[in-house]
């Protein structure tokens, strides 16, 4: 019941950015809301999630097709594949050890469907290169063509992970589907890379971009523009001047010699 819970509540995040059962999402994220006060289910939360999953159960259904959703983690990753069988990723953003970045540390990077897609294969491949799958992800606002239909954003996240055709296996990077974390930044243009330390969750499963769910106050600097995700570091690393992002950017730096050699 808490699994059906969480994905509704999940997928329910996403259909808000299409302006689609506002009412009902509304009163789910409400419900949520008061189950994270208590610290346990409430009547009113399973009454509210019921409801709204029964008017979406054709919808969920065809999501959980091709999304994988992580019960321990309560992310919910678009597979990035439509028509090819692929095995569910085993990269947790959050969970494991990283050379470089804490459990509580995060490389958000904004995009959308109108940054040219070489640009978005760039930002997968630096992030895989760079060992950075555990941390970084890539979030989009909504679907294409509003959730209703999923198959184009999956089509469209495919073509991205496999660079169109020319990978079989895919790069192993997520994307996320999550406008709240956009208002929370207040990306209203893209692509944009945010930099964040503390995010610690009361609940996992709700999203990092609602306020209430957040058990700290996170650390962020953001850089906006069509760059390499090495130049948006870089320019990140001249806000903070933070010993993390120095430490990327001499991984960077090493592999760029390495493979002029």
């Not at 709204?52 to 919808?59: A, D, L, N, V």
């Not at 184009?152 to 992970?161: G, H, Q, R």
């Amino acid at each position: 019941m808490l699994r059906k819970i969480i994905f509704t509540g999940l997928l329910m995040m996403s259909l808000v950015a299409a302006g689609e059962i506002e009412k009902e999402a509304q009163e789910t994220v409400n419900a949520f809301k008061q189950n994270i006060k208590n610290k346990e289910m409430q009547t009113q939360a399973k009454k509210s999630v019921d409801k709204f999953y029964q008017k979406m159960m054709p919808y969920v259904e065809q999501w959980k097709k091709r999304i994988y959703y992580d019960e321990k983690t309560g992310k919910m990753i678009i597979k990035g594949d439509v028509d090819v069988k692929t095995p569910d990723p085993d990269i947790k953003v959050g969970v494991g050890e990283n050379k470089f970045l804490s459990a509580s540390d995060r490389i958000y990077i904004f995009v959308s469907s109108s940054v040219p897609k070489e640009t978005l294969i760039q930002y997968a491949k630096s992030i895989d290169e760079l060992g950075l799958n555990n941390r970084a992800v890539m979030i989009i606002r909504g679907c294409i063509e509003g959730c209703r239909y999923i198959r184009p954003t999956l089509k469209w996240i495919s073509s991205i992970l496999h660079e169109n055709g020319k990978n079989k296996n895919g790069i192993p990077v997520q994307f996320w589907i999550d406008p709240l974390l956009f208002r929370m930044y207040k990306i209203d243009k893209v692509p944009c890379v945010a930099f964040t330390e503390d995010v610690k969750l009361a609940v996992i499963g709700l999203s990092e971009g609602l306020k209430y769910n957040l058990k700290t106050t996170p650390k962020t600097v953001v850089s906006c523009g069509d760059w390499s995700l090495e130049y948006h570091l870089k320019q990140l690393y001249k806000k903070t001047d933070n010993p993390k992002l120095k430490a990327i950017l001499a991984e960077v730096k090493k592999k760029s010699y390495v493979e002029k050699r």
